[in-house]
């Protein structure tokens, strides 16, 4: 299993990026994906999850109506829109997968917001 985000970079305050998680190495369209965050001195935190469609998502409250998740089974890839960033969304962000009990983690793009 391989996940490999990009994507990141230094935004100022109001700004968008949009991050890019492309999969290898298992059935991507048969498992749910997400993106998780984790800021200097904090925990990791989930961002946002999509089902295996596409159809579902859910999001932190402190994320939604900004971010967007999104998948393209064909690409192997999940996407994740993030616009009016804030300094606060500032954290390396990572492509996330459960397989049966095993978590896998890309190894993370960070994301600067400055004010």
């Known amino acids: 299993v391989q996940l490999v985000e990009s994507g990141g970079g230094l935004v100022q305050s109001g700004g968008s990026l949009r991050l890019s998680c492309a999969a290898s190495g298992f059935a991507f369209s048969l498992f749910s994906m997400n993106w998780y965050r984790q800021a200097p001195g904090k925990e990791r935190e989930l961002v946002a999850g999509?089902?295996?469609?596409?159809?579902?998502?859910n999001y932190a409250d402190s994320v939604k109506g900004r971010f967007t998740i999104s998948r393209d089974n064909g690409r192997y890839t999940v996407y994740l829109q993030m616009n009016t960033l804030k300094p606060e969304d500032t954290a390396v962000y990572y492509c996330?997968?459960?397989?049966?009990?095993?978590?896998?983690w890309g190894q993370g793009t960070q994301v600067t917001v400055s004010s």
């Open positions: 999509v089902d295996t469609a596409g159809r579902s998502t």
């Open positions: 996330n997968v459960r397989l049966g009990s095993a978590n896998y």
